[in-house]
């Protein structure tokens, strides 16, 4: 580091700095920092750039030149059991063991906040019999547009791609179909869609643990799963069957998301906790996960998605906004660093015909 004009106590202070302020070990720092002629650099292998303000701030303060410190983010495809599909790094599942906690509403935002954390992202909306997507999106009159009537190109929302069955069907219809059809409809979505090059694709799981999901779980490169909780135990109790089933088929769940943890009155700012307490951190203590965020009881989250606005792009520095991207954070930075997963420079990827 001679070449810098930094000295090495200097690169110390700046990296335990940027260590405390994104909870990164000596090691981890050490990974991410190279010399770029004069310049350090810090190149992040998950989504943080959210963050890139804050420490350029905190380093002014120390009194040493932010104009020679370069942050980036560089977001590696990890390891799966199913070979890759072309131009999509990592696949992420956002699943729950029952209907009716936030998970579609979870899962498109935690694009948003992906996507502002400074990351590529699509959203898989893969729920056959049910999808949501695109009414949170705004977007659910729109049709994927197909140049030689066998790709799909998908819809562009604020910069995040998208396909979903409720993109095909017409809203008024029902989708009758037997598991298998749902679910060769579901991989037809996923590999007929042309998708951009994503670091991440986040799929809206259907609830449950039926043909869909298993057919994610077995014949979609999944990369990981996230489950979506509410506090009170019989939520709980599904989403312990719902991680079962990711361990069973050897799917690493990175965390649990709490949803509805609190409703927090707008008058008086005090607490109640409508469906109980504590029940997401105790799951997480039970099966050795991380609790990557708890969300609150809002109208505002329930009018966003019913409106079609994203909130992290609405409200983007409102606390919801914020409890979201510290959730997507947490996530991206738990895939980078999990033992379970490696990064992927041996599986080869499946070329789309």
Known sequence: MSNTLFNQPQ???????IGQMLSLSESQITDCLSQQGQKLQFCFPFACEQDFSLIIGAIDELGLDSNHVRLSCDIAAKKTKVKRLQKIKNIIAVASGKGGVGKSTTAVNLAFALQAQGATVGILDADIYGPSVPIMLGNPEQRPQSEDNKHM?????????ANSIGYLVPSDDATVWRGPMASKALQQILNETLWPELDYLIVDMPPGTGDIQLTMAQMVPLTAAI????????ALADAKKGIAMFNKVSIPVLGIIENMSYYQCRKCGNKEFVFASGGGQKLAEQQSLELLGQLPLDIQIREHADNGLPLILEQPNGDLAQAYLHAAKKMSQQLAYSQILKSDDSIPIVEKH
């Open 11 to 17: 690169i110390t202070q700046i990296c335990q700095l």
């Open 153 to 161: 190109i998908p819809i562009n929302c604020n910069g995040v791609v």
């Open 227 to 234: 489950v979506v909780t509410t506090p009170q135990d019989i």
